[in-house]
């Protein structure tokens, strides 16, 4: 629940800054963050992620 809840307000942000442009540049910001997302996600929990930045 943790990381789900800043995720779907991410995404909703997204969605609703997006409102007037084309489905394909939604689609893209939606793959793009999602990726950054994972990313970082994946570094924090494989341990390249600075300790500062680390919740605990």
């Known amino acids: 629940?943790?990381?789900l809840?800043?995720?779907l307000i991410g995404l909703t942000l997204i969605w609703l800054i997006g409102r007037?442009?084309?489905w394909n540049a939604k689609l893209l910001t939606l793959a793009v963050t999602l990726a950054v997302i994972t990313?970082?996600?994946l570094l924090e929990r494989s341990g390249y992620w600075p300790e500062g930045?680390?919740?605990r």
């Open 53 to 55: 930045w680390q919740r």
């Open 1 to 3: 629940m943790e990381m």
């Open 5 to 7: 809840v800043p995720l």
């Open 39 to 41: 990313l970082i996600i």
């Open 20 to 22: 007037g442009t084309p």
